[in-house]
């Protein structure tokens, strides 16, 4: 069965750590993945995708993923926090569902980054 | 580009009442999806479209709803009646290929009273 797990609800950082959101996910053929963040009140925003090439994968804010395809992880990535970075993760999948292709969206990982 | 349009931004009606909900994707996307998101629930896509087309309609989670996409720049999405448990936001997305990058409006927040 096709999936994507974020499995940590909840990650604190101080502000200028870097941060690491966790995603993996369980898909047949090529992965395509993604990374949107939803700020509070607002819709999800696109941060960046993975489809081919280069396993770092550079995006909005500062962000970067690193796919790996032996771990099926694509975790989200950042050197140094910032308290503006504070909000939702989904990390997505495209996925088979019942009448063609779609994204498959995680349950989301709430970024805390303190100052 | 005005990015995907919603409306209203918020409702608040009461039980029994029908209520509309409407999107205008971004010009040019071929695939439009609606999507529930609540506390207990997390994000969950209802329903969508490609070419104006409805292609999976699994995550509607009963007869009370119905979407309709009768031109690639307007969608509606139906509640009637309405109930409690269906206080949610509801957001709708749209992206060039139904796998592709999907661009998220703001939202319309339902409450229903």
């Known amino acids: 069965a096709q999936s994507v797990a974020q499995p940590e609800d909840q990650v604190n950082v101080a502000e200028g750590n870097p941060l690491t959101v966790k995603c993996t996910y369980s898909?047949?053929?090529?992965?395509?993945l993604f990374w949107y963040v939803q700020y509070p009140n607002r819709g999800l925003q696109f941060l960046l995708k993975?489809?081919?090439?280069?396993?770092l994968v550079k995006g909005s804010y500062g962000f970067e993923a690193e796919f790996n395809k032996s771990q099926t992880s694509f975790h989200l990535k950042k050197p140094s926090a910032l308290v503006s970075d504070s909000a939702l993760y989904f990390c997505a999948v495209r996925g088979f569902r019942q009448a063609g292709t779609a994204l498959i969206f995680g349950k989301g990982t709430t970024l805390s980054v303190s100052s | 580009d005005a990015g995907v349009i919603q409306s209203p931004r918020h409702e608040v009606t009461e039980m029994g009442q029908e209520v509309t909900l409407r999107c205008k994707p971004i010009s040019g996307h071929n695939s439009l999806f609606w999507y529930r998101q609540t506390m207990m629930r997390g994000l969950e896509l209802l329903i969508y479209?490609?070419?104006?087309?409805?292609?999976?309609d699994s995550g509607m989670p009963e007869d009370r709803f119905s979407a309709k996409m009768p031109n690639a720049s307007f969608s509606t999405l139906k509640i009637q009646p309405s109930e409690p448990r269906d206080s949610a936001v509801y957001f709708c997305?749209?992206?060039?290929?139904?796998?592709?990058?999907?661009?998220f409006g703001p939202g319309t927040r339902l409450t229903v009273l």
């Open positions: 993975y489809i081919t090439g280069d396993n």
């Open positions: 997305a749209s992206s060039l290929a139904r796998w592709d990058t999907q661009y």
């Open positions: 479209f490609n070419n104006n087309v409805p292609i999976d």
């Open positions: 898909v047949s053929g090529n992965p395509y």
